[in-house]
């Protein structure tokens, strides 16, 4: 079984921390996303990444940065924390761009910024 | 206008009842469409997937595709109380894409007993 791993389940940050969410897979996908989800908008992909060091601007990047310095690891980095990114953060790994390819979720962190 | 549409819901159907999921999305390129559910606090989890136009069944879960209206929706049967929850349609918009998945907002299905 696939197994994504998020490092925290629950998170309380005060505004203007630095915030960083750590994402781990150990099937060796190639493709590792974060996205944020929030009550009536959905999944709303924040970056992805489809190689080690490489990454791609979703839909809603700004606020945000990432991390892939090894194949397993995915991290989203806030800069300066803020109210409106009070959310769950979910973590995706898939193995390819293969039409089946399907998303494999970790279990989230719910964020709070106070 | 969003790309991928459910139906809002809330949904309710009784205990045994067939529950009938909706979703259309934009991008006529879409290929393969996939259909998660998600309980209450927890992370979504693959139940269907579909690539051809159709019906595919599994088990008491039925996904149909009909490219030609842009349209892709998810039939349970004998519908129990362990299916409440919501359920997101997802479409890969674009073959060979690291994008990957467009979600739907989301339909929450609640099981009467």
């Known amino acids: 079984d696939v197994k994504v791993t998020q490092s925290s389940r629950y998170l309380v940050k005060r505004t203007g921390e630095k915030v960083f969410l750590e994402c781990v897979q150990d099937?060796?996908?190639?493709?590792m996303f974060w996205y944020r989800q929030d009550p009536g908008l959905g999944l709303r992909l924040i970056y992805f990444?489809?190689?080690?060091?490489?990454?791609e601007k979703g839909d809603i990047p700004e606020g945000y940065s990432v991390s892939r310095e090894k194949k397993e690891r995915f991290s989203l980095i806030l800069e300066s924390a803020s109210t409106n990114q009070t959310s769950m953060y979910l973590c995706?790994?898939?193995?390819?761009?293969?039409?089946?390819?399907?998303?494999?979720f970790g279990n989230g962190t719910r964020l709070t910024v106070t | 206008q969003k790309e991928v549409e459910q139906n809002s819901g809330p949904l309710s159907v009784p205990e045994g009842a067939i529950a009938s999921l909706n979703c259309t999305y934009s991008?006529?390129?879409?290929?393969?469409f996939f259909w998660y559910r998600q309980y209450s606090g927890k992370s979504p989890e693959l139940i269907m997937s579909?690539?051809?136009?159709g019906d595919k069944e599994d088990g008491r879960f039925t996904a149909q595709l009909n490219k030609a209206s842009q349209y892709v929706s998810l039939l349970i049967r004998d519908s129990q109380p362990s299916d409440s929850a919501t359920y997101l349609c997802a479409v890969k918009m674009g073959a060979g894409s690291a994008r990957q998945l467009t979600f739907g907002s989301g339909t929450q299905l609640t099981v009467l007993p």
């Open positions: 995706a790994s898939s193995p390819g761009t293969a039409y089946n390819s399907p998303l494999h």
């Open positions: 579909i690539y051809s136009n």
């Open positions: 099937m060796d996908h190639e493709n």
């Open positions: 990444s489809y190689d080690v060091k490489m990454k």
């Open positions: 991008d006529r390129g879409s290929q393969s």
